[in-house]
Nanobody, 122 residues
């Protein structure tokens, strides 16, 4: 069982910054990719950024050059961060943390956080 606890969301003006954190605990064997997704009202959930255990990152085109993902893996705990700069109203959404565990190659098992609201005012 994996627990994911997100923090750092809030209300910010256009051009502002926020830093999201997601602390993972529990049974963290075979953790590979960690990442952030977001879902705006009336839209599908979309990937924002991902980072593998080896440190390879991937960003949505809309956030490149503005957002930065990082992670800190220690025994029995892993934390993933999302530094968001130059925020725009279109970044407003609920942001979800995701963690994947791969016990069998090709079959990742996801775990999700409860989500944290990010609101960017114009």
């Amino acid at each position: 069982q994996v627990q994911l606890v997100e923090s750092g969301g809030g209300l910010v003006e256009t051009g502002g910054s926020l830093r999201l954190s997601c602390a993972a605990s529990g049974s963290l064997a075979s953790v590979n990719t960690m990442g952030w997704y977001r879902q705006a009202p009336g839209k599908q959930r979309e990937v924002v950024a991902e980072i593998t255990a080896a440190g390879t990152t991937n960003y949505a085109a809309s956030v490149k050059e503005r957002f930065s993902i990082s992670r800190d893996d220690v025994k029995r705990k892993a934390t993933v961060y999302l530094q968001m700069n130059n925020l725009k109203p279109e970044d407003t959404a609920i942001y979800y943390c995701k963690l994947e565990q791969t016990w069998q190659p090709g079959f990742p098992v996801p775990s999700w956080g409860q989500g944290t609201q990010v609101t960017v005012s114009s």
